[in-house]
């Protein structure tokens, strides 16, 4: 298996709050993960920055015994209660937290881990299928019928997440299960990726667009192309 990745403060904001993570594994699996920190001035960077640092360690930490979404979610809620504690008690971190998306991609099969609206797609030549859901206001909107997807994308409160990793003293993450064959692509991203770049154009750029190792910076120069707004990150994984 393989991995790349990039990520970019993109063409307006002054930081980068967003941070990613990738392994490939002595048994050949894949860890990887993408955080999007928010908060007032560094705190998003340090939010994110240490979930992924404490995410990957406490993973690590915990040997490779033991169901796998168990593992994950042990590593997410110990740098979950860190967040917490350093937005509770350092005022320049008050309010801080991030999304995390996390994958253990095996031959048979993929761990996906998620809080808040980073994603992650499964990418193949049949298409493109988007495994986790947004904890997001318009996402809950889109279910109850009240959006469209095609609405969704535009509208003005898009960007108002439901859940984030540090935001409450118990992590209430989801996870999936994502079956792989040969051949298939994970694409682990931030939003600020995901609002830009549709996904027949993520699936173009994965399957058509050129070099596996180029495809991120694709990515990214799509993004940026259109003023890219946010923070861009985008984490590729094949089987």
Not at 4 to 33: C, F, H, M, P
Not at 165 to 185: H, I, K, S, T, W
Request: proline share 3%; charged share 25%; with cysteine.
């Amino acid at each position: 298996m393989q991995v790349w990745g990039i990520t970019s403060r993109g063409a307006v904001r002054q930081q980068n709050q967003d941070t990613y993570a990738a392994k490939v594994l002595e048994d050949g699996r894949v860890i990887a993960l993408v955080c999007d920190g928010m908060g007032g001035a560094r705190a998003g960077n340090v939010a994110s920055t240490m979930a992924a640092e404490l995410f990957m360690e406490e993973f690590f930490k915990a040997g490779p015994d033991g169901p796998v979404e168990e593992r994950m979610g042990h590593a997410a809620s110990v740098a979950n209660q860190a967040v917490f504690y350093r937005s509770v008690h350092e005022e320049e971190c008050a309010g801080m937290g991030t999304t995390i998306v996390a994958v253990l991609a095996g031959e048979r099969e993929a761990v996906i881990l998620n809080e808040g609206d980073s994603r992650c797609y499964h990418i193949n030549s049949e298409g493109i299928v988007l495994v986790t859901r947004d904890h997001s206001l318009v996402e809950d909107l889109v279910e109850r019928g009240e959006l469209t997807r095609d609405q969704a994308r535009t509208h003005p409160h898009k960007n108002l997440i439901t859940r984030a990793l540090g935001a409450e003293p118990v992590l209430m993450a989801d996870c999936f299960r994502q079956p792989l064959n040969e051949g298939d692509y994970l694409l682990l991203c931030s939003d600020g990726l995901s609002n830009v770049v549709n996904e027949q154009e993520m699936l173009y750029e994965v399957i058509h667009g050129g070099s596996e190792e180029g495809c991120c910076q694709r990515l990214l120069d799509i993004a940026l192309s259109r003023g890219a707004p946010d923070n861009v990150t985008a984490v590729l994984v094949k089987r």
